[in-house]
């Protein structure tokens, strides 16, 4: 690995942890199901579905793209402002889930502690197969 690769890895791993930090003051609190979230019956109710380690959440799969892009444009303003609105947000690890739908390495869940329905990266989650 080139001393390139060595400052891009490390610059990637610092502004996730950054991000992370930021996160950590700026969540929302955690809310009941919001109108249109109710409606949508989990896939997988039966299975214990959980977080498997801090990710980030997002209201809409647009909101999730955006926070992607802004990530890869280093555009820390952006991310921090993403979350800032309440449009996405830190998933804690063990959180339980249920599964609701899945769209090319991102999938949109719903938290059981409270109903919230975010979108994230297939890789947050740990889902139980029968």
Same mark, same amino acid.
């Given at each position: 690995m080139t001393e390139r690769d060595q400052n891009a890895v490390l610059f990637a791993a610092l502004t996730l942890a950054v991000f992370v930090v930021v996160l950590g003051f700026c969540v929302p609190a955690a809310r009941g199901p919001q109108p249109n979230e109710s409606d949508e019956t989990p896939r997988s109710s039966t299975r214990r579905n959980y977080i498997v380690s801090e990710h980030?959440?997002?209201?809409? %799969?647009?909101?999730? +793209?955006? &926070?992607? +892009?802004? @990530?890869?444009?280093? +555009? %820390?303003?952006?991310m921090r402002a993403l979350v800032a609105s309440g449009r996405c947000s830190v998933l804690l690890t063990g959180t339980a889930i249920s599964l609701i739908d899945t769209d090319w390495g991102a999938v949109k869940i719903r &938290?059981?502690? @409270?109903?919230?329905?975010?979108w994230t990266y297939r890789e947050a989650i740990h889902e139980e197969r029968e």
């Amino acid at each position: 690995m080139t001393e390139r690769d060595q400052n891009a890895v490390l610059f990637a791993a610092l502004t996730l942890a950054v991000f992370v930090v930021v996160l950590g003051f700026c969540v929302p609190a955690a809310r009941g199901p919001q109108p249109n979230e109710s409606d949508e019956t989990p896939r997988s109710s039966t299975r214990r579905n959980y977080i498997v380690s801090e990710h980030i959440g997002c209201r809409t %799969r647009e909101d999730l +793209n955006e &926070l992607t +892009n802004a @990530s890869i444009d280093e +555009n %820390r303003a952006a991310m921090r402002a993403l979350v800032a609105s309440g449009r996405c947000s830190v998933l804690l690890t063990g959180t339980a889930i249920s599964l609701i739908d899945t769209d090319w390495g991102a999938v949109k869940i719903r &938290l059981l502690d @409270s109903g919230r329905v975010v979108w994230t990266y297939r890789e947050a989650i740990h889902e139980e197969r029968e």
